[in-house]
Every structure is written in structure tokens, then in C-alpha cells.
């Protein structure tokens, strides 16, 4: 497959370009039985969608999902689920100045190479618009795994730019724009991406994100780790530079006897390892660090060449985000949700049988 | 499958356990006629061999690999590449005391969830010696990507806990045990590893590799994405918490302006992207770093619980690598060839007929 | 994933119920560049569309398909081709009494076991409407092979019931509704369907595939082989039950000194082979005859058992096929064309530089 | 990957020529905790095993199987099994008079076209030899299938050239050399054998294939089906050209009043199906024949055409089966045991969850 389909038991596989008829995705091997309906899905749409605040794209798009197959009478039957978003607010303009130019910091140029053909329209494929998709079909599968094994999966904001965001209190990430969790942060956020805007410049971000009561024992040991596929979901996103897990680069300084996590019976000492060992989960928080690049459209002339071989300069105008990673949350916690549903089927699969009960000790201690 | 085959066309199956008779893998996918015989497999497998400086375990393994299948007068035939390597020095020592023990910083405590039985000789199939497997295999794509497009891929340490380690000269790596790109550094190395050792204790260090002359054009735009693989290949090697492409974690802080790489004809303006936009090869050098934590395995008393429900404290004498990052260059390499190689034949498959000649730039700015 | 993908490189991901909103697929791995409109594909629907005669279903479905991506400016891009066909005609009918039946001969009873839920309206995800998809996809992988490589890919009817069809002229095909490639059996094909349906019965059919021009040497030695994933394929259909490549079961009784196809510089001499030995292709054309049952819903009391634990008896109203196997022929077709364009890719993935000129004999004696 | 790798969640990925070093495989996926020794593989290797009668190839060759990997203390561990075979009887004659002539009815003209290059000592890769490796891994199959479901798997002959064998009782079987269900019918087929030899001459073969206490609900609905698995992995055994379930190509003159199977709370009433209905098992037996063509590799003199581009004309002689079908029911028991697993597999990750306990009826009328 050229790509597009994530996941080995738990699979979506994606479509759409930026300003064609419409974006979706079809979502294969999800379990029979689970309740579900447009709204649970459009929840998690709301939450990325553009045009919510002055920080992030004016593009207004409603992405109204649809659920074209799989659910019946509200429930899921175990059959393909697909997902229809159609594309609204596609402005009609004239593409033809720069579908000849590569823009840095884009895919431009290597589309070109590629397939020698590209749809120049909003970025075509390589839109972030995709990630709509994401995080549709990453609702399904936060909702199966809260109602089935209880996990919550939240994220938030660490970083924008150089300034670093503390974590305080979950509760305040759903009330600023920025998911940060930190009420006292976002006034001086808020002015930064305002400075940000006005130099014709962008910023990029870092995310945390967080899976609470992951059973112990999912996951492969050598190359499809749990770990492996969570840098490889999170590498996918459009912009991510960098995947970390648990204590991440700063394991790189620590010494074998703080790093490695002790376990007493009142449950383990610390989450250095970030809820995984040898590629499968502890029973530990999956802690996830992602590093966003600044947005490469921005309106601050830079060289480029164009396909006739001339060197160009060019600026971007139009409506694009100053820090793509503020949107980024929402996405970051459906594709660790898709990682996760993925290894509870394929450990159901191999390790239906095994029943270890003791000891099974707390993820941290309380 | 559970996790032991890596890649879609051109893949490895591994198998083995540390102190089972043998480990190995079948490599499936190498186009036929490439020149190949066991010498090539070994000079690799050589670089990462145990036992070869006061720096590394003192496991004395020759690591010698025969080629079972794939290979008829000296090339290969196109069908699949079995490689073996017998396991000789296991030492028939008791393991009873460590079985029922959950080692902190090891995968113990989740193996025995998932599994409820594991093999606790020298880690079993946790062993980093399944890395011996992905060097080998390695040294086939390696060699293919080298003779078919020029390919070179090198890597160096670039930090060993707290210290950096300069790039001054790709020809110092091969000359010190620490695969140090820098010849003034390598005393201070020695003697840091020293005390490190001597306090019982050992620490991570920091790894990057670099592909050169890769085309522009491989990878896929969306979940396959080649970065996606690469951050999901570096990932899946024992001990790595972290993997960056390009910038990396630095990309946060950049600003648009200097993070987009310019274009020029001349060549690309710089490489924050790392080779990678999109998904996709630019032309531009593959840069990756990964984190390598700390080796678990230290003579320092730690807390643990045992099989039965039992508190302990334990800790692990024997022989072992202060750093297991000293060893992770060529791992590292290898898993870097694996990766280019399987999206060269991806590629192959679906754009075998693009023909694309200008305007085709350099990596860089010469 | 839950068996809703097809192939390794060009993949097909299918999804829809039979009175759901839509059906539809994602087709992804088409190399960019091949012109592509909703008519190339929509030629392909209406040959396989209900409600065309007499003889076939009565249900009316224009079956009109949508491209909803991957196509840009009349051409792919290499992008996920996304199809979606609406369900229009839906009747609004009482399923509640079919729904906790199992009908024989249906999959109602396996389906209800698998999932513990179904959707009974119209048979579901297994109703043989999904073999539309099928089509619509089959269309592309038809005209990709046809326009890089010149193969043709052909089907007629060669049993209906117990009468046998022989074969005459291609021509013949389109001219009538049970693609029998002889003109003169029509007319008996006629009444037999018409004494069948009026004897509320049905019957089953034996379609013959050919694919013309294909080259030598594609196909995977040993598990993928050609052969095996065209048996695959086939088998795959709704109401299938036996798949024969070549001289299939007539093998049993032949010698090897005839059934062996002896090659001579004029080309082969025989094509017991159905044009593929040892799992890959001959250059010979691929030949592959199919088994369909009889359609199971008949207006004929049969017994069954309800959900409740109750014997009842049962039998079938409404807009049924007498045959299904009447309108097989473009469904075989599209399967071939399938799984043919998979093994191109593949193909040309592993073996691209291989270059063996002589001798290539033609596939058969001229 | 090239086509090497059976099966999605319980997988074998073979290697492999029949006079390079030896063959074998690498089972992934095989849950933890089954009890598992070489013997257990080697009772069914001895069942294939040549040079048992004189109806066979008289290659020797002890194919004795090592376990190099997944099994600790006598049991399974969940990671992979490598399963090693030496070739021993690799007789050192000339094959540079076959290296540049392609047999006819074998895979020498396809291998050439497709590779470039190939290993012509004893068919290479495409050796029937391979099968020893299926049956091997089918091995672990059986033994996990029959303790964890009770499901028993045969096969028997039907038919050896035009002569057609009853089936009277499943003792039998292993009485004579043919893999006979009839004890009266071992002395004809005796003499037929002895007669086609003689005439330097051979012949295809007809094998049923059964499995018993297979549950309700296996399979999935649309690609993967079941049957459309096993149609696969039956088409892939060397020399095989059709497949069958249940009624198979006899459906085709079939009434749908007599084909679709009647349930009665006894029981199914018949089973035309052969077990599988829209492509889930329904409980009742697995029914599945296949066809095999006859041995080319014979004594009589055939025309060729050799890689220089020559006409000539061939003979074969050595050590070769008059009837490959004779030792190919263990193979096709295998291949059975290999899909059926998987789909056990595949079917706990997806309907873990599912309790559906009544109406469940017997497979079938006792």
C-alpha cells in the first residue's frame, strides 16, 4: 500500500486532498457492539477544528462528519466504519503562481520529484487538512478503550516557541485555545503569538501527551514495540521533528541508577521509561513528548526555484496558522488512541489465554 | 505477525533468544544479482561484536553469521536470505535466582504479564544481542542501496552521558572504541567510562547518523512517511527513548524565517528538515539522533518485587556495557539501510515511471 | 485488519452495507499520471448493474460513482483514489421478520455467531452488492494494465445450470445478459432461466476469465503466488466455491507428458499452465474458471431455525437473482484485473533492473 | 515482502532451496504456554517424508527438524519459533546441462524471465522440498488448534490419475503409502503406480482435506474470507491447479432447493457449503479438494527451447514421484492448520468480547 492505511488489526485508511470533494477515512476491525454515533466523533473534530480563535487559520470549515457504513441501530457491527467530511470552504482562486514554485519548508519539491504530478491546491495530500481524519477515526478508539479497559488519554502544550509551559491542572487545557495547562500562562501566550503574527513570522511547539491505565503486557518485543509504533504515529503527523518517550533525550545525562524505575509492592517508584520496557507497557502512564516545526507558510519573503529552473522569491498571504502546533493536541491524543486500540486487539490475538494475577502492582506510587 | 518482521517489500523476520541455541533472521525482498557472500555480513557484524574494548561487555561472542539461503554463485537470486548465527558462549550458570525477580529498568515485570512464562537466560528475546540480527541484515541493504545509488550511511556518538562530542572527522570513528567523530575527545571518554563503571553505575548517551546521497522522492505522504519509518525503526532498538529528524527538539524554538530551508540552484540553503518534508526525501542528507538511556543491568542495590509478592533488593553483577549506547552506532546504521531500502523498492513499484529531470538541485551548498 | 483490504501495493479498502447510506472503497498505490474520469469506471458498473433484463434482480440501482480524491485535473497523482456510490434504492420495508431467521445457504447464521450483531437489511455487509466495488476499482487496475502493458482481460459464461456454453466468439459477449460467448445458446439460456425462476428455484454458473499479454515473471515463488492470490481473489466473491487455473481439476487424469506445455521458438504449444508455473506468470495467458452456487434466496419453503431456538420455515420473496452468476462476469473480470496490477507493482519493485532479452517466446503457437 | 510470508497474525515466513544448506522457517505469532518439542514436528515431517515406498522419489533425506528459538522449558514463549532443516542428500552431480534449459511444465522459463538469474540444482526455490517446511510449521498449528479447540484435521486421496478412491474409513489412511481412506483399493492403485513409472510417464492426483470441531464464527466477511484463505493457501502448494469447498464446482448444476444447507435444531441437514457460508465458518466440517497436476519431471523426451536461444529436446530422469499428489496430504493438512490458526487468532482480537450462546447446532444431523 502506498501509505495511507495505519495499523495492523485496528486500520485506517485515509483519503482526501485539501480542496477536492472531501476527505474520510475507512476504519476496519473495530469491534461489534460498541455504541456509537456522528456526535462522539464530531466532538473530537470540534476540538481541532480551524477558525475557533484569532491564533489559529480563519479557514472555516464545519467538518461535519458522516458515518457511511459499519453501525447499525447506533451500534458498531464489526464491519468497516467510513467517514465522509466533505470540503466546504474551498476558495476559489487561481492556484497557477504557485503551483509552479516549491515553497520552503514544504513538500513541494519532493511531490514533485516523486510523482510528477501535484495538486497544488491548499497543499493537496500533504495539507495538514488530513488530520482531520485523524482525529476522527482516533475517536473511535478513545471511546472503545474508556469503555472497555478505562484509559484516558489527554495532551497538552509544554512549549510554544521558547516559552515553556508548566503543568498545573488538566482541567484548564480545554479552556484556552493553546491546550495548555496552565491558567496563569496563557495571557503572556496570548501576546507572544500576537508578536509572533505581526513579525510575518511563526513558531513552532512541543506536546505532551498522556495514557492513564493502560493494562501491562501490550506491545511487541522487538521491532512492532509499543513505543516503536507511537514514534511512528506521532513522526506521521504533519510537522513533528522529534518523538520522545518518558524521560526522552534527558535519559541520554541520567545515570542507570536513577533511570531505571524501582518497583515496590505500593507500585513504581518513578515513570522514567514512560510507561514501556522492552517495547511493551508496564501498567505505567505512556508518556509522549512531540517537537512541532513553525509553520512554513508565513509572509516573510525567502528563496526558492521554480519548476522552469529560475530562482523566485516568494511570501505566503492567506490563512494559515502562525504555530500549527497549537491545533496539535487533538491530533497528538487520537493517534496515541489508534496506536493503543491496535496492540489491545493484537495482544487479545496471541495472549488471549494468559492469565498472570499476581503481583500486579500500581502504575505509580499514591 | 507479533512483532518480529520489520518493513513491507524488503523485510527481515528475526528470531532468537540470548542464550537459546542460535539467533538469526530471513531477509525477503533483495532484488537478485547483488555480488554477496558471509565477508560482508561479517565486517559489519564485527563493528558492534561484544568483547572488543575494556568498554563493552566481555560476552565473548564471534558472532559468526552463514548465509542458509538466497545466494547461488556469489549473488544473490532474488528469493529469501536466511541468516544464521549460532549462539557459543552461554554460560550454563544458574538462573533460577533472577527468575522470579522483576529487574528494574528491564523488561522482566512486562514480559511476565504478557506472556505469564518467559526465559530468563540473559534476557531472552530482550537481549539486546537480537541487535546482532538487524546489523546483519543491515549489511545487505546497506551494500544494495551503496552499489545501486551511492548510498552512504555513517553514524557517530555525539554525546556519552554528560559529554558532548564534537563532529571534527568522519575517518576518527572507526579508530575508537566509542564511534567518536572527534580524536581529542577519546581520552577523556576513557577515563569518564572508567569512573563511571567504578561507581557501579552507567549512563546514556546520544547517537546521530546521517544518509548520503539518498534521491529526492522516496517515502509516502501520509502513515508511511519516511521520517514515520525512521523515527519508528530508531524507536524499536533496545534502550532508545527519543529520535529526532533534522532540528529536531530545536525546531520549537525556531522561528518559520530560519527553520523552511531555502531553495537555491546552487542547492538547498540548509537542512533543518533533515532530508525529509512531507514525508518524503528532499535530496538533502537524512540526519537522525536517537537517545540511548542508560544500561539497566548495574552492580548498585535497587528495589524490586518478586514473582511471589515479595519486596527485594537486587542487583545485577556479571558482564555488562557501562554504556549500551558504545555499541548502538552500527545498530543504528543498519536500521537507517533497512528503512531507505524498503521505500527504494516502494518507490520502484509505484513510480517506476516518472520521469522528472528538472530542475533536480543538490543536497546542499557546496 | 478485518479482512476489508485487498492486495500488497495496490490495495483496495472496501466498505458498505447493502442498505446503508453508501458503499464505496479507498483504492491506494495507483501510480500517478494515468487518465482517470467517473466514466472509465461507471462503463465498468453498467455492465455488472441490476435491473438490466429479465433475468437478473429488479432492484434499481444506477450504482453512479463519485471520485472523491486522487485525481487532479484528469489525472491520478498518485494519492488515495477514494469511491463512494450511493444507495438510492433502499426499500423502507419491515426487516424485523427476517432479522432473527437464519435464511440457509445465507451467512446469516455465521454472522450472528461472529459479531452477536447484524444488520439483516438486505444481507448486510454480505450481500453481493459489495461486488460493485469491486467493479469500480477493477475498473482502474483495467485500464492501468491496459494502457501500460497492453493486457486485455476478458470473461464469459461457459456453464449455466447443467448446460454447457461453448465458447465461439468474444463479440458475442456483450450481446446478451449472461455474457455467453456464443450467440446460438441464447435463446435456450433464455427459457431455462425463465423454467427455473417460474419453478421458484435457482441455479448456479461457471465463468471463464482470460487475461491476454501478460508478461513473463510476475508472480512470487512460493506463498504469493500469482496463481494463489488469483484462487484468492475468486474465492473471494459472493457464492464462489471452486477456483481452477489452467486445466484445474482435469489435471487429476492427465499425464504429464501432456499436460507439461512444451515450448518451442514458435511460442508454447499447449497452455495446460493457465499461464503460470511454479507461481509465476508464462507469458501465456492467465485462464481461470470459477464455480458459483446457486443464488440460497428462493421462493421454495426450506427449514431453518430462528434466534429464539425455534425450527421455522422459511422462503424468499422480493428482487432476486435466479442466478447470480449472471452477472459474475465483470466481477471476475475486476478481480483478475486486481490482483494482475498488484503483482506488476510488485513486480517492479524487486526485479526493475533485471534485463533478460532472449529468449521470449510468444504465448502461444500462432 | 516477495511473497514468502504466510499468514497475518500467525505467520511463517519460509527459506529455503531444495540443495543449498538447508531449509526452514520462522513461525511468529504462536501464543505462549503450548508444550512443543522437536518430536511433535518431526511425526508429521515423517509423514511427507520421501523414500518411505517405492512409489516415491528415493531422495533420502532424514529432514530432521532443530528448534532454534521460542521455546523454554518445553513450551512456547510467544516469541518466534525458527525451525531448521539441513539438506543432507544434495547429490554433487553437473546441472550446467539443466542450468540453460528450461523444463518443460516447470518454473525454469518464468524463474529466468523474472529473476535474471537462478539456482538450477534440483529446482531451487521452487523445489517441492519447501513443502517440507509447511508441514513442519503446519505441525505447531494442529497441535495448538487440537488443545485449545479440539479441532482434528485429515486428509485422504480421491482420486490417483482416472482412478477414483472411496472413502470407507479414516483408519485406513495411514496404512498405506497413498494416504487411502479404502484398505481395498491400496493394490490397484499399487499397480496403476507401477504401470504409469513403467511407461515413463505421470500422473495428477485428487485430495480431500477435512477439519472437525472447527467453531462457528471464523473468518471474515469480505476479503479474508475464510474459504478465499484457504483457497490461497491450497493454490500455493507446488503443482496445484484447483480448489474446492464443499460441493465446488458441482454447485454449479445444483438447485438452490438442494444446495443451500437446512438448519434443524439436530443440526445442519447437509453441507454443500463445506463449512464456510459468506466466508465465516458455520460450525460444520471444512471441506476443501484440490486438484494436482502430474509430475513434469519424466523420462519420456518433451521439446524445450534452452536460454540460448535453441530448440532441443529433454528427457528427465533421477529420482522423481510418478505422482507428487501421492505425498501432498500431509501438506494440504498443514496448509489448513496454517489458516485456521490465523483466523483463531484474528477472530479472539476482533470478537473477544462476543457472547452469543444459543441457538449453537450441531456441524451436523447425528
Same mark, same amino acid.
Given at each position: ?40 466523533? !464530531?466532538? #473530537?473534530? %470540534? ?19 458522516? =458515518? ?12 468497516? @466504519?467510513?467517514?465522509? =467530511? ?7 482562486? +487561481?492556484?497557477?503562481? @504557485? ?30 487538512? $488530513? ?27 509544554? !512549549? ?47 506536546? /505532551?501527551?498522556? &495514557? ?7 506491545? #511487541? ?5 509499543? %513505543? ?15 518523538? $520522545? ?5 534527558? &535519559?541520554? &545525562? !541520567? ?6 524505575? #524501582?518497583? *515496590? ?14 517495547? =511493551? ?20 519573503? /525567502?528563496?526558492?526555484? +521554480? ?24 491530533? &497528538? ?23 498472570? #494475577? *499476581?503481583? /500486579?502492582?500500581?502504575? /505509580?506510587?499514591?
Amino acid at each position: 500500500m502506498a501509505g495511507n492505511t495505519l495499523g495492523l488489526l485496528f486500520t485506517v485508511t485515509s483519503f482526501g486532498e485539501s480542496h477536492g470533494p472531501a476527505i474520510g477515512c475507512v476504519v476496519d476491525g473495530c469491534p461489534p457492539g460498541l455504541l456509537l454515533d456522528a456526535a462522539d466523533i !464530531q466532538a #473530537e473534530l %470540534d476540538r481541532r477544528k480551524p477558525g475557533t480563535s484569532r491564533f489559529v487559520t480563519q479557514r472555516r470549515e464545519p467538518d461535519a462528519v458522516e =458515518i457511511l457504513s459499519g453501525v447499525y441501530e447506533g451500534r458498531t457491527t464489526g464491519t468497516p @466504519i467510513a467517514l465522509l =467530511i466533505r470540503n466546504t470552504d474551498q476558495r476559489s482562486r +487561481d492556484y497557477s503562481k @504557485i503551483a509552479d514554485v516549491f515553497r520552503p519548508g514544504h513538500a513541494d519539491y519532493a511531490y514533485w520529484h516523486k510523482y510528477g504530478v501535484r495538486d497544488p491546491r491548499g497543499g493537496g495530500r500533504a495539507s495538514a487538512r $488530513e488530520t482531520a481524519v485523524r482525529v476522527a477515526a482516533g475517536a473511535i478508539a478513545k471511546k472503545w478503550l474508556k469503555e472497555r479497559y478505562g484509559i484516558v488519554i489527554r495532551g497538552h502544550m509544554t !512549549q510554544l516557541g521558547e516559552k515553556r509551559i508548566p503543568f498545573t491542572d488538566w482541567d484548564a487545557v480545554p479552556e484556552n485555545p493553546f491546550f495548555a495547562a496552565d491558567r496563569d500562562a496563557v495571557p503572556e501566550l496570548e501576546a507572544y503569538v500576537d508578536t509572533i503574527r505581526k513579525s510575518l513570522d511563526s513558531v513552532g511547539a512541543r506536546i /505532551r501527551v498522556v &495514557a492513564d491505565n493502560v493494562p501491562v503486557g501490550w506491545g #511487541e518485543p522487538v521491532y512492532d514495540r509499543l %513505543d516503536a509504533d507511537i514514534a511512528y504515529a506521532m513522526m506521521s503527523i504533519n510537522a513533528v521533528k522529534g518523538v $520522545e518517550i518518558g524521560a526522552g533525550f534527558d &535519559a541520554v &545525562a !541520567q545515570r542507570g541508577s536513577v533511570h531505571g524505575d #524501582e518497583l *515496590t509492592l505500593a507500585g513504581f517508584a518513578s515513570n522514567h521509561a514512560g510507561g514501556v520496557t522492552g517495547g =511493551i507497557s508496564t501498567g505505567q502512564p505512556i508518556e509522549v513528548s512531540i517537537a512541532i516545526k513553525p509553520t512554513p507558510s508565513i509572509a516573510t519573503p /525567502r528563496r526558492s526555484i +521554480d519548476a522552469a529552473g529560475n530562482e523566485v522569491t516568494m511570501e505566503t498571504h492567506g490563512r494559515h496558522d502562525p504555530c500549527v502546533g497549537i491545533r496539535a493536541t487533538p491530533i &497528538a491524543e487520537a493517534m496515541l488512541a489508534l496506536v493503543l486500540m491496535d496492540h489491545a486487539l493484537r495482544h487479545r490475538a496471541q495472549c488471549a489465554d494468559v492469565r498472570v #494475577e *499476581t503481583p /500486579r502492582i500500581p502504575g /505509580r506510587i499514591r
